[in-house]
């Protein structure tokens, strides 16, 4: 009915001039004082047909109506399901949202290849960073001292900024290359660990890992850079002397949600809601001068590609425990 309401008003210069040419037929036949009968008959076809006319009009406005419809719903929108145009104003249209299109395509298709042109540079960049840093771990490994083990504690971060560089490029790539298969939860996370394990003894933070036994339908390799970055800000913000706990979620019986749990200083009630914004760093971050605000971001993304759950419950002063549900699978 609200569309018919829009179709009369948008047809009232039609309507308005029939109803007028049906009063002058009106006031013609009053002032030649035609019998009734036939003023009847007339205005009756005149109604009859007018109707026909304004049923069919409208039946194909409501048909070209559904179509635009349709076409604004599409994922993708084209112009290759556009009615056909009603009159020469409309072809003019059509013409014009035709070079629209082109010129939006041509766009789209400069701004790909540049950012394809990008993506290349800086994969190339972050691979051929890896040779010298490779080489100069290899140098400090025999440089056994304090300044030695605090060169390698930087390399180690370099390391991973330079992997978080890669994901960030990957992750809105046509061609990431996911691997969805069961995985053992525990070797992806000893593997994290592990890769940590020179950081928890040089902080002198203590690693409490609980296996658990847990199969996950997921991609190992993101799995494994999403728990990484969680121990990574756990070993950023715990105090020396404090605990980092990997577990499953002991509250909810046969779970397959992994907690990592630290005992250090919390996070702000007001920023829990938006540490997974991209660029999003809180008072921590502000007060650490080096965070990013992109690996919990990263984390988010990837959670969501793989089809998990990742949340975070946090405590100023008490510490934090990040939740990831493993037990959903990609999409």
Known sequence: MKLFGRYLLQRRKTIGFFLFI?????????????PVAAVGYAASLGAFFGLLCIG???????????Q???LREEVKVTLEHLPAPGGRIEEEYQELLSILYREKQEIANRMSSRYTDLVDYYTIWAHQIKTPMASMRLKLQDEDSELGRELMDELFRIEQYVEMVLMYLRLDSHASDYVIHTCDLDVI???AIR???????????????RE???????????LLFVIEQVLSNALKYTKPGGTVQVCLDEAVEGSEILCVRDDGIGIAPEDIPRIFEKGYTGYNGRSDKKASGIGLYLCR????????RIWVMSAVGQGTV?????SGSRK
Do not use: P
């Not at 890769?195 to 890992?209: L, N, T």
């Not at 847990?214 to 190992?220: F, I, S």
């Open 56 to 66: 069919r009009d409208f039946y194909q406005y409501r048909k070209r109506y559904a």
């Open 212 to 222: 658990t036994g847990c199969q996950a339908v997921t991609d190992e390799k993101w």
């Open 68 to 70: 635009l419809c349709h």
């Open 322 to 326: 990040v939740r990831i549900d493993v």
């Open 189 to 191: 996370c000893r593997q």
């Open 195 to 209: 890769k940590f394990a020179s950081s928890f003894i040089r902080k002198k933070i203590h690693m409490d890992f």
């Open 301 to 308: 993304r990837i959670c969501e590609n793989l089809g998990h």
């Open 22 to 34: 049906s009063f002058l037929f009106a006031v013609t036949f009053f002032l030649y004082r035609l």
